[in-house]
């Protein structure tokens, strides 16, 4: 198989010409429709200058034209950079200064906005796509180790960072996706995730470009079409909160999921909860998988062979996993908990225009540092149990915030918890659970219980009930933001 990304579509483009790639619903395309009209866009896109290695940067709302743009940028050569469509005018500014895109695709709506920030040339995407010229570019050839996309990572301190993906990244993880998921050209895969991020764009869009598959391609997460598709669907990929949205509509019947194969989950922690819940319900067990920005995916549970409640699985082929102590990088023996380290060919080539970052990020025998805490069970499934900056020492003991959030998840009167770290003026920090209360809630119950299972260092200083937690778009609990709302909580206690 070619090493260059654009080489990887093109084989499938040649292979599944007729095959279904795009049905919305109301229209389908083929594989050839799509390369046909991608091959005049990337014309398009290389006159108006977008040489190899330059930076498209895309901010729209998901489309059929986004994704052929997609395919069109990786064709010309070009570095594509998609962007979240919820960042404000100073976080595009920044975007704009780091990357120095080319060219600059937005919504009508924003075309002010990317000139005034100082984008060179700015196009919707109506524009772009007017009078496609009829010429066919040639693509331009590619090396595994050119850079395919750049896609900043929001990073829970300082300014975002723009992780350097190169063709060989892309398609060696996309290779190793379809192989242990089982894609083949007769999926039908249920895409309502954004494609302006890893688990959207790389995981979703390759399995089903690689494999010749076909995309059901919704605009966002909704149960009543995801629940109307499943009758001619195969795979459904998502994050957490597509699974709990799922489970709280009682159209979801075990009949409706019948029909498909494959549930996957990532992007951030399945509850124990959710996952048993789902599998009463409809006899699946979602596989949860784990992956990043900077790394692509780098474990998930097995497709035949026990996906674990709680786990996100062994090492995907390929890639190696390891825990180390975060602060020396002594590798841990099996059992201990410490900080996830990877290597393989998925590993990105580094931030953009940022050395020292990069330099800081990576051990001296190529391992990166993913900044999550976990630990590898007896049968070498990897667990995770929250971000490093996570970690809440409290009375100088460390308390993983998953321990704790795992107990309350399992409540019926508790929807989902998140558990954080404030500072306090006799602990250093104190751990508070912030929680998502159900029918019947009571915070003195849940209190002793925990007192019941846990050491006393690990039960929550207040449990705080509140109509919803904060998420990002991809369903992430924003426990910045929770750290910073309640910041104040302990300021006077012991004073
Ligand atoms: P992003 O770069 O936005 O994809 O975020 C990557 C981060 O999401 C990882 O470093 C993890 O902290 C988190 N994450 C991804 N998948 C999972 C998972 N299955 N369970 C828990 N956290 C996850």
Redesign the pocket.
């Given at each position: 198989m070619p090493a260059d990304l654009y080489g990887r579509f093109a084989s499938s483009f040649s292979r599944f010409a007729d095959r279904p790639l795009i049905d919305t619903g109301e229209c389908t395309y083929t594989y050839d429709e799509i390369e046909h009209t991608a091959a005049r866009l990337a014309a398009r896109l290389i006159a108006i200058g977008l040489a190899p290695g330059e930076r498209l940067l895309v901010q729209t709302a998901k489309s059929v034209e986004a994704l052929i743009l997609y395919i069109a940028c990786v064709r010309a050569g070009a570095i594509y950079l998609p962007l979240n469509v919820d960042y404000t005018e100073a976080e595009l500014a920044y975007f704009v200064g780091d990357a120095e895109p080319v060219l600059a695709i937005c919504d009508p709506e924003r075309v002010v906005l990317f000139e005034r920030i100082g984008a060179p040339a700015v196009r919707t995407l109506a524009q772009l796509f007017a009078d496609l010229p009829e010429i066919t570019a040639v693509s331009v050839p590619r090396a595994a180790d050119d850079i395919a996309a750049i896609l900043y990572?929001?990073g829970t301190t300082g300014k975002p960072k723009g992780a350097m993906l190169t063709n060989a990244n892309l398609v060696s993880n996309g290779e190793t996706l379809i192989d242990i998921w089982r894609f083949t050209p007769e999926d039908r895969l249920i895409h309502m995730l954004p494609i302006f991020?890893?688990?959207g764009l790389f995981v979703a869009m390759h399995c089903v470009l690689f494999s010749g598959a076909c995309a059901i391609f919704l605009p966002k997460f909704a149960s009543d079409p995801a629940i109307r598709h499943m009758e001619n669907a195969s795979v459904m990929m998502g994050v957490p909160t597509f699974y709990t949205r799922l489970l709280a509509d009682a159209a979801f019947t075990r009949e409706v999921a019948a029909p498909m194969r494959l549930f996957v989950?990532?992007?951030?922690?399945?509850s124990a909860d959710i996952h048993r819940a789902f599998e009463d319900r409809t006899g699946h067990r979602v596989l949860?998988?784990?992956?990043?920005?900077e790394t692509g995916m780098l474990a998930s549970n097995p497709y035949e062979g026990e996906r674990r409640a709680g786990f996100?699985g062994p090492p995907l082929p390929g890639v190696e996993l390891r825990i180390a102590e975060f602060e020396t990088g002594e590798v841990l023996p099996q059992g201990e908990v410490g900080i996830v380290e990877a290597r393989g060919p998925n590993i990105f080539k580094g931030y953009w225009r940022n050395p020292e970052k990069t330099a800081s990020e990576f051990r001296a025998d190529g391992f990166f540092i993913?900044?999550?805490m976990g630990v590898i069970d007896e049968r070498g499934y990897l667990q995770?149990v929250g971000?490093e900056k996570d970690l809440i020492i409290t009375g100088g003991l460390n308390v993983y915030p998953a321990e704790v959030e795992a107990l309350l998840d399992d409540r019926a009167d508790i929807a989902e918890a998140a558990v954080i770290g404030v500072p306090h003026p006799d602990f250093g920090e104190a751990v508070v659970a912030v929680v998502q209360a159900g029918e019947g809630f009571d915070e003195a119950v849940v209190a002793s219980a925990l007192r019941h299972d846990l050491a006393g260092f690990k039960c929550p200083k207040a449990i705080i009930a509140v109509p919803e937690l904060p998420r990002n778009t991809?369903g992430?609990i924003q426990k910045k933001l929770l750290r910073e709302r309640y910041a104040d909580l302990f300021a006077t206690a012991g004073a």
């Open positions: 990572t929001s991020h890893v688990h989950s990532g992007s951030a922690p399945l949860e998988r784990y992956g990043m920005t996100v993913t900044g999550d995770l971000r991809m992430k």
